[in-house]
Every structure is written in structure tokens, then in C-alpha cells.
């Protein structure tokens, strides 16, 4: 998923960026030295299907 995002932005496909942004980014939050996004994301190799949010830091 992440893979082909990255994809999408090297060739600058909008209308699939703008597709994956919200299908995928539930917020973007910006602060004055970090951005957090949340990402809404399910995993389905559980048994039930749960839904989480992702938070990614960097």
C-alpha cells in the first residue's frame, strides 16, 4: 500500500495521491518541529477484523 503510494508520488499522479490521502490519512496535525499524521489502517490477519490507529514519529 505504502509502496505504491510512494509510486504515485514520484511519477506525480495527483488524482491517486488525493485517492490514497483519503482513503488512508484520517489527520494531519502540524506542529512548529514535527508533523504527526494518523493514519487509519486495518489489520486482517487476525481473526476479527479490528481497526487501529497508526502513528508514525520521525
Do not use: Q, W
Not at 514535527?34 to 486482517?44: L, R, Y
Amino acid at each position: 500500500m505504502f509502496g505504491k503510494f510512494k509510486g504515485f508520488i514520484f511519477i506525480r499522479n495527483l488524482p491517486e495521491c488525493k485517492k490514497f490521502i483519503s482513503d488512508y490519512v484520517t489527520a494531519v496535525i502540524v506542529y512548529r518541529d514535527h508533523v504527526e499524521v494518523i493514519f487509519n489502517v486495518v489489520f486482517s490477519f487476525v481473526a476479527n477484523e479490528k481497526s487501529h490507529n497508526l502513528y508514525i514519529k520521525r
